[in-house]
């Protein structure tokens, strides 16, 4: 099933990723950190279905999306840089099985970082942010999304690692074992992972041999 929604704002976030939000069909349920499949309502893109995350909360009246676009692809995201507020969008079934299980480390990969967006959020919302910690990878910092805001929200809890740039005060590299290991804040704390394939499969090897449990891990390739 698929229901139209019009478009009622789109911004910026950083130099490629937007902020979209649409409206809200009536009765769409979904939990925080869940996706859904999207469409533009446009001849010819209508089934052309791309995954993107609630970054609203659920009893919120109003969808928003954190897209981050690559215009070299000529796919769905370059198509969206040019719609404009009161274009519509199809958005079809919900899905996605990042679920906030409880306290530990979020660990994201660029656009990776939204289903953590909704559960922060969410989180914020509850006064239950507690001990949470984002690592938070990207290739410079002009691509990392919405720094501020986590900064404001996690303080000493929000760790940016940066591949591709030097710059002074952040971390440079790839996401180690030793870099989990140091923010570890004992057992039984979760380990949620998102971002592209290879990230993920790296830091899920840095997770086994810290020997953390599958049953502690939970994880969405995007
Ligand atoms: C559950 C889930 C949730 C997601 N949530 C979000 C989210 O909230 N925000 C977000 O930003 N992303 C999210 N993603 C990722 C998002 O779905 C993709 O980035 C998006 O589908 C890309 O669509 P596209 O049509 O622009 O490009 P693509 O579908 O990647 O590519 C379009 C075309 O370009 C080609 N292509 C692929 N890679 C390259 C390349 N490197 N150079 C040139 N051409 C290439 C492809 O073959 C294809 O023909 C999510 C993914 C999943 C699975």
Redesign the pocket.
């Known amino acids: 099933m698929k229901q139209a929604v019009k478009i009622i704002s789109k911004k910026y976030l950083t130099h490629d ?1 937007l902020r979209i939000m649409t409206e809200k069909p009536v009765g769409l349920a979904f939990e925080a950190g869940q ?1 859904v499949d999207i469409s533009i309502n446009k001849k010819g893109l209508e089934e ?1 279905l ?6 609203s909360l659920p009893e919120d009246d109003y969808l928003e ?6 215009p ?9 840089l040019s719609l404009a507020e009161g274009d519509e969008l199809f958005v079809h079934d919900v ?3 990042i679920i906030y299980k409880g306290e530990g480390i979020f660990i994201a990969g ?3 970082v ?2 953590f967006i909704a559960i922060l959020k969410q989180l914020e919302k509850q006064n239950e942010v507690g001990a949470n910690k984002l690592i938070f990878a990207n290739k410079t910092k002009a691509d990392i999304i919405l720094e501020e805001h986590f900064h404001k929200l996690l303080g000493k809890n929000f760790i940016n690692i940066l591949s591709s740039q030097q710059y002074d005060g952040y971390l440079q590299g790839y996401i180690s074992a030793e870099l989990i290991k140091k923010h570890i804040n004992g057992d039984g704390q979760y380990y949620y992972l998102c971002g592209p394939e290879p990230m993920m499969q790296a830091v899920e090897g840095h997770l086994t041999s810290l020997g953390i449990a599958d049953q502690f891990i939970v994880k ?3």
């Open positions: 990723v996706a052309e791309r995954s993107f995350t609630f970054t999306f954190t897209i981050k676009t690559y070299s692809h000529g796919g769905i995201t370059q198509q969206l899905y996605g099985d660029g656009a990776g939204t289903p969405e390739a995007f």
